[in-house]
């Protein structure tokens, strides 16, 4: 029988968080979402996406990053299977 894998981190992250009042009317959509990268797969994301857009910002979050023109773009190739190869 084999071994199992050993357990990894997986982080979460939430987007329109309006603090403990999860009803509140400028709250009409909550989302959680997480992804099971290992820290290099996401290093090399990281790297990638920043080097071919020019990116210097300490984090690729969506809301500075939506401010660009080429935000669709940006997205797509972050969200494909081979972005980071």
């Known amino acids: 029988m084999s071994q199992p894998s050993p ?6 992250d939430e987007a ?4 403990p009042k999860l009803l509140d009317d400028d709250q009409p959509y909550f989302a959680y979402a997480s992804l099971d ?9 990281v790297s990638a996406t920043r080097k071919k857009y020019h990116i210097q910002a300490p984090e690729l979050k969506a809301g500075l990053l939506r401010k660009r023109e080429n935000w669709p773009e940006i997205a797509l190739d972050i969200l494909a299977p081979s972005s980071s190869g």
């Open 7 to 12: 357990p990894r981190l997986i982080s979460c």
């Open 16 to 19: 329109g968080y309006t603090g």
């Open 37 to 45: 990268l290992t820290p290099e797969e996401a290093s090399e994301i």
